[in-house]
């Protein structure tokens, strides 16, 4: 009798999960390779809905006054991006946004924070981070009209998007979330080391938004493009491997060259925002709005990372829920972070990170 309720609850939700799974636009895996990834990845959700659960109360930020300082985001005209442009509005700094509709961004905006907070405080660029000459076109406008930058915080991102290929021959999640935020900062880090001398003698810092996907993530150098495999989660965990990976090698960067400039890879949590319009669980709605964090509180790990004196020097972080949280083990190995930078500025043609 024990063997057969056991059997019930364990069976019962299947079905369900068939349901859903079907009604979502989401293709089923048709590989074991596939079903692995897809587990693997619903499982890394689940442990860090529950982190977010747990450790809500460590999840706070202490917004402070810092007035003229300048802070460069990706993205921020929806989602978790827009609570973080909220937030640094009410440290009274100026916001530069990276945005593919610099209009209908300052519409959805102003609507969303108001146009006193918004009133001269933001300055919208086009910027699509998954276009190259996009993003050197961005750089050069902000180059332009800002010379010293104190935050850059590459939040722009998409996930698990069915496959194409970007004009410069990238895979899209790759271009997006992390080769174009590569570029970005390669080309913005005069304006960086410029900020680090008007920082109050403080470290400026780049945030790097990443996820706890990252974790389940490999690098595939081989097929970099995903032209042989191509499973959509899988792509995006890796482009947030990359991010990671990225984070740790800029740091050994500023400190090699004494930089004043540090650097973070935050994961927000699991948040309830539009990046999972690909993922079966658009099927069940009222899932996501009870038990997902909201964007608000999605965004204060961003806004810990890019200002929070506590972090002052503890660059080359992964933080979660305000606090310093274990990134992949391959993520410590110097030769492997090593590696996908030298291959990242080789597959951009970058001769000297952030020299001309
Ligand atoms: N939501 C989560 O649970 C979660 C978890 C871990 C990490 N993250 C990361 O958090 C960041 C923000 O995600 P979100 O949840 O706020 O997603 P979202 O609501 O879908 O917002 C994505 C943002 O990225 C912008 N964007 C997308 N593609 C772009 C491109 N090619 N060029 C420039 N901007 C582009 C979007 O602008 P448009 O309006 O122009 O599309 C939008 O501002 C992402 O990096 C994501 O990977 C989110």
Not at 7 to 24: D, G
Not at 97 to 109: A, D, H, L, T
Request: proline share 4%.
């Amino acid at each position: 009798m024990n063997l057969l309720a056991a059997a019930f609850v364990l069976l019962t939700p299947i079905p369900f999960l068939l349901f859903y799974f079907f009604r979502s636009t989401k293709e089923f895996p048709k590989s074991w390779k596939e079903f692995k990834i897809e587990v693997r990845t619903i499982l890394c959700g689940i442990r860090s809905q529950n982190e977010d659960f747990l450790l809500r109360k460590r999840n706070r930020i202490k917004l402070e006054s810092l007035p003229n300082k300048i802070a460069v985001i990706t993205g921020g005209n929806r989602g978790i991006g827009l609570h973080i442009v909220k937030k640094l509005l009410r440290c009274e700094m100026k916001v530069v946004m990276g945005v593919r509709n610099p209009e209908s961004s300052k519409k959805s905006i102003e609507t969303a924070i108001g146009e006193e907070l918004c009133k001269n405080n933001i300055t919208y660029f086009q910027c699509d981070t998954g276009d190259m000459e996009s993003v050197r076109q961005f750089a050069e406008k902000v180059k332009q009209s800002f010379p010293a930058i104190h935050i850059l915080i590459n939040n722009a991102g998409v996930m698990a998007t069915p496959y194409y290929e970007t004009k410069d021959g990238f895979e899209s999640q790759m271009a997006i979330n992390y080769l174009g935020h590569f570029l970005l900062t390669h080309l913005l880090m005069p304006e960086l080391i410029k900020g680090s001398e008007s920082n109050d003698g403080k470290n400026v810092r780049v945030v790097n938004v990443s996820s706890c996907i990252h974790r389940v993530a490999d690098m595939d150098y081989k097929d970099f493009n995903c032209k042989k495999f191509y499973y959509p989660t899988d792509a995006y965990a890796k482009s947030k491997l990359a991010q990671v990976y990225f984070t740790k090698y800029l740091e050994v960067i500023f400190k090699e060259r004494g930089l004043k400039i540090q650097s973070h890879a935050p994961h927000p949590g699991i948040v309830n925002t539009d990046l999972f319009q690909h993922s079966s669980i658009t099927a069940i709605p009222w899932f996501k709005n009870a038990f997902y964090k909201t964007p608000e509180s999605g965004s204060r790990t961003i806004v810990y990372a890019a200002i929070s004196p506590y972090l002052e020097g503890k660059g080359g972080t992964y933080l979660s829920n305000c606090y310093f949280d274990k990134s992949h083990p391959k993520s410590k190995e110097f030769d492997e972070i090593k590696k996908l930078f030298d291959f990242t500025c080789q597959l951009l043609k970058i001769k000297s990170f952030g020299e001309f």
